[in-house]
């Protein structure tokens, strides 16, 4: 099992298949756009444009942590366009963590713990960068920027 084998709905309502980004490294975030750290869509589009022939960013609204992700699926469309003109692939709204967490979830936090064993996401822009093959490579804090992972990514292709 690799996160190609999962499949969710994009922002317009669309079923999905990871297994469309095959071959790609994927760097997949939950998000928010009324949190502090929403700045770093900035930094996650910096990526999309710099390594966009081997990389995409995915983005998952997520409204658990102090509800800082109220909108509908139209109006967080609208708020990555208009304010970080975001092109990476944003999905529906998910949970990411508990019993309703999506599934792909689920498989990313086994795979690959946060600090002390933890599965659970502890807040917004909790970033997963997953290799060519599916396989989870690494997990990041939502304190850490996206500038911060270049050297990963870099190192990954």
């Given at each position: 099992m690799n996160v190609h084998d999962f499949s969710a709905r994009d922002i317009k309502g669309e079923e999905r298949?990871?297994?469309d980004f095959a071959g790609k490294l994927l760097l997949i975030v939950n998000t928010?756009?009324?949190c502090?750290?929403?700045p770093q869509y900035e930094g996650l589009e910096k990526l999309q444009q710099r390594f966009g022939n081997d990389l995409v960013v995915l983005g998952f609204p997520c409204n658990q942590f102090g509800g800082q992700e109220p909108g509908t699926e139209a109006e967080i469309a609208t708020f990555c366009d208009l304010n970080y003109q975001v092109s990476f692939p944003m999905f529906s709204k998910v949970d990411v963590n508990g019993a309703d967490a999506h599934?792909?979830?689920k498989y990313l936090t086994h795979e690959v713990p946060g600090i002390l064993g933890t599965e659970a996401i502890k807040w917004n822009f909790t970033k997963f960068l997953v290799g060519r093959?599916?396989?989870p490579l690494a997990r990041y804090a939502p304190m850490t920027k996206p500038e911060e992972i270049e050297k990963d990514i870099e190192k990954a292709l």
């Open positions: 298949k990871l297994s928010a756009s009324k502090g750290l929403t599934p792909l979830y093959d599916g396989a």
